[in-house]
T-cell receptor, first 114, second 114 residues
Framework: DAGVTQSPTHLIKTRGQQVTLRCSPK?????VSWYQQALGQGPQFIFQ???????QRGNFPDRFSGHQFPNYSSELNVNALLLGDSALYLC?????????????FGPGTRLTVL | GENVEQHPSTLSVQEGDSAVIKCTYS??????FPWYKQELGKGPQLIID?????GEKKDQRIAVTLNKTAKHFSLHITETQPEDSAVYFC?????????????FGTGTRLLVSP
């Protein structure tokens, strides 16, 4: 079992650009959540996807958008990048059919905005 | 919304000692409390979790306790080893969000010296 995988590992962009990050969930998982982790902080919830729909969103602007594909993989898109978007972006997947839904994280994508 | 506070921010112990990390949460309806270990350059790894209908849970050298009345939960690591050195995060799942959003604490950097 490969676990949760994310690509790319690192990314450098300039202000105003757009970026797409990718996530493949753990085998058998159908729910994907995205988190932003600033340096020295805990992860902050961005949004969650289930059945190809965004079903919950944290306090992030509309510049942050996502998508889930029929194979449960997911993308996170960020438009009009700001310096403050520099962070580790984490994807977490959850298995179906559990009330409490343990979340298993991938290694993250380190985004640097210059 | 839910707020999770975590203490201490740093903890240094000698190998073989015990380590305790404490968290408090604000939403009395939260019902799921996972703990994650994050090593440098990696994503958070789920190490133990507890549901609101349980007061204590153990897994080898790791235990978690939950006091619902006081809205406290704690991670206990016994017989610490140098490989336990990492950043540990507590989290809570607020029920009023309806789904599986996790709210994280700010992390505790644990250093175990040989």
């Amino acid at each position: 079992d490969a676990g949760v995988t994310q690509s790319p590992t690192h990314l450098i962009k300039t202000r105003g650009q757009q970026v797409t990050l990718r996530c493949s969930p753990k085998s058998g998982h159908d729910t994907v959540s995205w988190y932003q982790q600033a340096l020295g902080q805990g992860p902050q919830f961005i949004f969650q996807y289930y059945e190809e729909e965004e079903r919950q969103r944290g306090n992030f602007p509309d510049r942050f958008s996502g998508h889930q594909f029929p194979n449960y993989s997911s993308e996170l898109n960020v438009n009009a990048l700001l310096l403050g978007d520099s962070a580790l972006y984490l994807c977490a997947s959850s298995p179906p059919g559990q009330d409490y839904n343990e979340q298993f994280f991938g290694p993250g994508t380190r985004l640097t905005v210059l | 919304g839910e707020n999770v506070e975590q203490h201490p921010s740093t903890l240094s112990v000698q190998e073989g000692d015990s380590a305790v990390i404490k968290c408090t949460y604000s939403d009395s309806a939260s019902n799921y409390f996972p703990w994650y270990k994050q090593e440098l350059g990696k994503g958070p790894q789920l190490i133990i979790d507890i549901r609101s209908n349980v007061g204590e849970k153990k897994d080898q050298r790791i235990a978690v306790t939950l006091n619902k009345t006081a809205k406290h939960f704690s991670l206990h690591i016994t017989e610490t080893q140098p490989e336990d050195s990492a950043v540990y995060f507590c989290a809570a799942r607020p029920m009023n969000t309806g789904f599986q959003k996790l709210v994280f604490g700010t992390g505790t950097r644990l250093l175990v010296s040989p």
